[in-house]
């Protein structure tokens, strides 16, 4: 599509906003940055779109005049696409992109592509160290907290971006088509955004729409609903898995996690040479070696940079041990799926924190994971009283409320160990 010159609505005034407005108007469009927000500083997001903006801004309702005036309209990830507003610009036929889409469709090189309800950040951070190892122009972006709008105007035909995808973020691409791409798993979240289940699969698959037989999807054989999937999408599929020797993809297999390849079979390392806890994490290292596999990275690059590897902030991230105790943070474990991977990387009795805002889930398989490796669960946020009802319907009496934020959360919970 031709940028220049075209009327371009920015909805949502966030760093995705922010970062597809600029690349918006680098591309000479006519950018509107839309908030429904009125009362959100216009002075503030002007200083942050940049002295040389011309883009106007508009906060709260959106007339049907300024509607009927767009070319295309580039909707932020936190913005849903069921409200009134986003049908009726789709009612004008205008066309509704993610960033992502805007991205895509202004940047050069090849997409490496992840989604999936857990692990996609490590995956990402990952594979672009892999990346780092072995090409000169690599960009690691998206919902990672890099915008994919930031970059996308300086990539070339060399370029290898490596990019963390949300379901938010696949709801609305179009041509979007990745060289490799996966979907590391599936399991409920944000039912409170894609109200059922079967819309929050849809958006994942999303992923691969556009791939063909030319391009490759990395999924998990142990996944039902990605497996399910490796049946029907047009792309060439590769597998991982922890539980099984596959003929084809990468495996875990007593320790050692193996890339296999029409009849060969090499070695990448052993689970003991990583600094990543759990199976959930060997899974991730997997699936980020079979993607640098798919794109014909050599082993020996794919094994120095795993080897290296030593995580990312926030996910059942080492932050010290005291008085015998370790502690991890793991605060990006936002859904129960998350939950129950981090209890079963933990080896020691472990007392543990949790909570937040309510995303529809329910909390019993969560509970029931604890299998006796849980002394104490502290409970904070809007969710704490359903936790903890979920925890005594599961027999798991041993749990505290507060109100405290999670800082000194972490210091009360000293008192109890």
């Not at 709008?149 to 990745?178: G, K, N, Y």
């Not at 793991?330 to 129950?340: E, R």
Request: with cysteine; glycine share 8%; charged share 25%.
């Amino acid at each position: 599509m031709q940028l220049e010159k075209k009327k371009v609505l920015v909805f949502g005034s966030g760093i995705s906003g922010i970062g597809a407005g600029k690349l918006l108007e680098r591309k000479g469009a006519d950018v509107i940055l839309y908030d429904g927000n009125k009362s959100l500083n216009r002075k503030a997001l002007k200083e942050k779109l940049g002295e040389e903006s011309n883009a106007e801004i508009l906060l709260g309702e959106l007339q049907d005049s300024v509607i009927e005036s767009l070319g295309l309209c580039v909707i932020s990830p936190g913005v849903p696409v069921d409200l009134p507003i986003v049908s009726r610009i789709k009612e004008k036929n205008i066309p509704v992109w993610s960033e992502i889409e805007l991205a895509y469709e202004v940047g050069n090189g090849d997409v490496l592509a992840i989604t999936g309800t857990n692990g996609k950040t490590t995956t990402t951070a990952l594979l672009g160290e892999i990346m780092k190892l072995w090409k000169d122009s690599v960009y690691v972006v998206g919902n990672i907290g890099i915008p994919y709008t930031s970059i996308a105007a300086d990539t070339t035909d060399d370029s290898v971006v490596v990019a963390e995808i949300s379901s938010f973020q696949l709801e609305t691409i179009d041509a979007f088509r990745p060289k490799v791409s996966a979907i590391l798993n599936i399991t409920p979240d944000h039912l409170d955004r894609h109200h059922t289940m079967a819309a929050y699969i849809e958006a994942k698959e999303a992923v691969a729409r556009n791939q063909t037989s030319e391009d490759i999807c990395v999924l998990n054989y142990e996944d039902a609903e990605t497996r399910r999937f490796g049946e029907k999408t047009k792309a060439s599929v590769l597998y991982f898995s922890s539980r099984r020797k596959l003929n084809k993809g990468v495996y875990l297999e007593d320790g050692m996690i193996v890339y296999a390849d029409e009849g060969v079979y090499e070695k990448i390392c052993h689970t003991d040479e990583l600094r990543l806890l759990g199976v959930h994490n060997y899974e991730n290292v997997m699936a980020a070696a079979a993607m640098a596999a798919a794109y014909h990275t050599p082993v020996e690059i794919i094994r120095e940079a795993v080897k290296q590897f030593g995580g990312v902030e926030h996910r059942i991230e080492y932050v010290c041990e005291k008085n015998g105790v370790a502690y991890y943070n793991d605060s990006k474990g936002t859904n129960p799926d998350a939950a129950i991977k981090a209890i079963c990387a933990m080896k020691r009795p472990t007392y543990l924190i949790g909570g937040g805002y309510d995303k529809d889930a329910s909390y019993e398989e969560w509970i029931r994971s604890f299998d006796g490796k849980v002394r104490k669960l502290v409970l904070l946020g809007a969710t704490k009283e359903k936790i903890a009802s979920a925890a005594r319907s599961c027999g798991f009496e041993d749990v505290v409320l507060t109100e405290i934020g999670r800082a000194s959360c972490r210091e009360r919970v000293c008192q109890y160990v």
